[in-house]
C-alpha cells in the first residue's frame, strides 16, 4: 500500500521554466491537498480539492495552478518558475472533512 | 499575529528524559488538534490527534488541550533518540468541505544518547 505517492523527489528549474508535480493515491480518500514548506514558516496550503473535478484555493494559490480529474491524481502546476516558488511541496490527501490528513514525502524544488 | 505561535527551538535533550512541547493559538473556532513528527527529507506523519479539551495517551506520548487558554501540548515520556525529529502542531474549525488545517512552524528535537 503506497499512500501518497508524489514525483519526482527532486528537481531544479530555471526562471521562467514550467513544470508539473505530480501526486497519486490509493487511499480512495476524497479530498487532496498541496502545501509548500519553507523554513520556519510552517506548512502553508497552495490549493485543494474536495473530489473529482472541484478545486479550491487555498492561503498561498499565485503562481500555481491545479486540476483534479480523478479520485487518484492531484497535479500541481508552476507556470513561469520564480525563485520564491523555491520550497519542499507536500501533497495530502483526507478521507472526510475534520479528519487526518496523510501526507507524501515531498518534492524539493529549486529555482535558480 | 499568527493563528498558531509554536517555539521552533531547537531543543536538545539527554536521553530518557521528558519533552514537553507546546503552541498557542488565537482562532476560538479550532476545533481539533494534531501533532505530526517529521523526520528529515520525509513527510509528516500523524503523531496524535485529539477533539475538545483533555488529554489523550497513546504509548510515550500524551496530548493536552485547553482550549480556555487556547494552549495545547504533547508530552514525550522516556525520550529515545528516534524521537529526534520536526514536531509540527496541526488544528482545523469544524468544515463540513475540506479540512484547511493551520500548522506552527514545528519545532526541532534532538534526543541525545
Known amino acids: 500500500n503506497a499512500g501518497v505517492t508524489q514525483t519526482p523527489k527532486f528537481r531544479i528549474l530555471k526562471i521562467g521554466q514550467s513544470m508539473t508535480l505530480q501526486c497519486t493515491q490509493d487511499?480512495?480518500?476524497?479530498?487532496m491537498y498541496w502545501y509548500r514548506q519553507d523554513p520556519g514558516m510552517g506548512l502553508k496550503l497552495i490549493y485543494y480539492?474536495?473530489?473529482?473535478?472541484?478545486?479550491d484555493k487555498g492561503e498561498v494559490p499565485n503562481g500555481y495552478n491545479v486540476s483534479r480529474s480523478t479520485t487518484e491524481d492531484f497535479p500541481l502546476r508552476l507556470e513561469l518558475a520564480a525563485p520564491s516558488q523555491t520550497s519542499v511541496y507536500f501533497c495530502?490527501?483526507?478521507?472526510?472533512?475534520?479528519?487526518?490528513?496523510?501526507f507524501g514525502d515531498g518534492t524539493r524544488l529549486s529555482i535558480l | 499575529q499568527k493563528e498558531v505561535e509554536q517555539d521552533p527551538g531547537p531543543l536538545s535533550v539527554p536521553e530518557g528524559a521528558i519533552v514537553s512541547l507546546n503552541c498557542t493559538y488565537s482562532?476560538?473556532?479550532?476545533?481539533?488538534f494534531m501533532w505530526y513528527r517529521q523526520y528529515s527529507r520525509k513527510g509528516p506523519e500523524l503523531l496524535m490527534y485529539?477533539?475538545?479539551?483533555g488529554n489523550k495517551e497513546d504509548g510515550r506520548f500524551t496530548a493536552q488541550v485547553d482550549k480556555s487558554s487556547k494552549y495545547i501540548s504533547l508530552f514525550i515520556r522516556d525520550s529515545q533518540p528516534s524521537d529526534s525529529a520536526t514536531y509540527l502542531c496541526?488544528?482545523?474549525?469544524?468544515?463540513?468541505?475540506?479540512?484547511?488545517?493551520?500548522f506552527g512552524e514545528g519545532t526541532q528535537l534532538t534526543v541525545n544518547p
Open positions: 487511499m480512495n480518500h476524497n479530498y
Open positions: 482562532n476560538s473556532a479550532f476545533q481539533y
Open positions: 480539492s474536495v473530489g473529482a473535478g472541484i478545486t
Open positions: 495530502a490527501t483526507g478521507g472526510y472533512g475534520n479528519q487526518p490528513q496523510h
Open positions: 496541526a488544528m482545523s474549525a469544524r468544515e463540513t468541505s475540506g479540512s484547511r488545517l493551520t
Open positions: 485529539t477533539y475538545s479539551s
